[in-house]
């Protein structure tokens, strides 16, 4: 009878509008059903988002056209370099080219001469850091040989390079534009040097995996950091099924999300194409939380769908339904330290 009496009481106070904490002897921690309310930001944080790339390792046709990478990145040389390029563009994914710096100059030239006669616009060539001066000669004959109208974006290998030798290292590389990093380093502080020097960094995240990429890659598009890559070894492990759910929301520009509660343990990014919503959001706290996100009136379609991805190993994408959406409010749960995507209408449901 007791027991009943106080199931009772709880119950209305919870219909009052107070928040219920249930208390777990086992693991002595705190759970809520306290809804944490998001907005997003009116102003565009990126005007144009880059979707998430990766290293090619020569793997299938079949993996890389359902992952759908917004950058292919491979080492090759120029003589291979054509293959490679025709291969990328069959997925519409921005050809990355890792080149040697040690090569004869002719072969910077004779690439260069080929992205302008064969027209490929929008290539990234990433040299080694081993030989600053090298690069920069090889950069110089590789810009001669496609001239004007060919757009390259010329990228400075610096994977474990400390910050000071970085900078030391970009007086003898001033026509890199961006500066390769890993995500073992403090890159918001990084970030912040470099674009004193006008130049941009890239990333490659190579010790990470699962729901914790989604994590990494909202952070860095919060630094205005992109592109990013991320090493797979097939469309179905951990870092696969992140790339694909984190590019199944970017679309046009890149809007942050607010957060009312300042101890929120949730972060996330919103995106907003000519017509459509999407959003990613990731939960770093040890229980699932209710979350409120409001968009934006201005008519564009609302995100319904919410996929998850949970853990780092042996994952599987969650497809789910959001409550939706009154007043342009989408309310749903994430799970602990969870990774959450909302697709734009109808993408996943044609596309995955």
């Not at 502080?189 to 130049?199: D, F, H, S, V």
């Not at 343990?265 to 907003?272: D, E, L, M, S, V």
């Not at 996929?307 to 994952?315: A, K």
Request: aromatic residues 8%; proline residues 4%.
């Amino acid at each position: 009878m007791k027991n009943f009496m106080i199931a009772v009481i709880l119950l209305a106070l919870g219909l009052l509008g107070y928040n219920i904490y249930a208390w777990d002897a086992k693991s002595s921690k705190k759970s809520t059903r306290e809804i944490h309310s998001l907005t997003i930001h009116q102003k565009p944080h990126l005007v144009k988002t880059q979707r998430v790339g990766m290293n090619w390792d020569h793997h299938s046709y079949e993996v890389v056209k359902t992952l759908q990478p917004g950058y292919l990145r491979t080492v090759t040389t120029p003589d291979n370099a054509l293959e490679f390029i025709t291969f990328a563009r069959k997925f519409n994914s921005t050809p990355w080219l890792i080149i040697p710096s040690d090569l004869p100059n002719e072969n910077y030239y004779f690439l260069g001469h080929l992205l302008k006669e064969e027209k490929f616009n929008h290539v990234v060539v990433e040299m080694d850091n081993h030989h600053p001066e090298l690069v920069e000669n090889a950069f110089r004959y590789l810009t001669d040989g496609y001239g004007k109208g060919v757009s390259v974006k010329k990228v400075l290998n610096a994977p474990n390079i400390q910050i000071d030798q970085l900078l030391s290292t970009l007086e003898n590389v001033p026509s890199a534009d961006y500066i390769l990093v890993e995500t073992n380093q403090n890159l918001k502080q990084l970030a912040n040097k470099i674009r004193k020097l006008g130049k941009n960094i890239a990333v490659d995240d190579k010790t990470i995996a699962g729901s914790l990429l989604g994590k990494q890659w909202i952070e860095q598009l919060g630094f205005k950091i992109q592109p990013q890559v991320v090493t797979i070894k097939n469309n179905e492990d951990s870092a696969a099924l992140a790339l694909k759910m984190m590019n199944s929301a970017i679309f046009g520009a890149a809007h942050k999300i607010h957060q009312e509660n300042k101890d929120s343990k949730i972060t996330g990014i919103a995106f907003k194409s000519t017509s459509k919503w999407s959003a990613a959001i990731y939960n770093d706290s040890d229980a699932a939380e209710n979350v409120e996100l409001e968009f934006p009136n201005d008519n564009r379609l609302v995100p319904h769908e919410v996929l998850t991805l949970s853990g780092e190993n042996d994952v599987k994408i969650k497809r789910g339904f959001a409550e939706c959406c009154k007043n342009r409010l989408v309310t749903f749960q994430i799970p602990a330290h969870s990774f959450v995507v909302l697709p734009p209408q109808h993408y996943l449901t044609n596309n995955g």
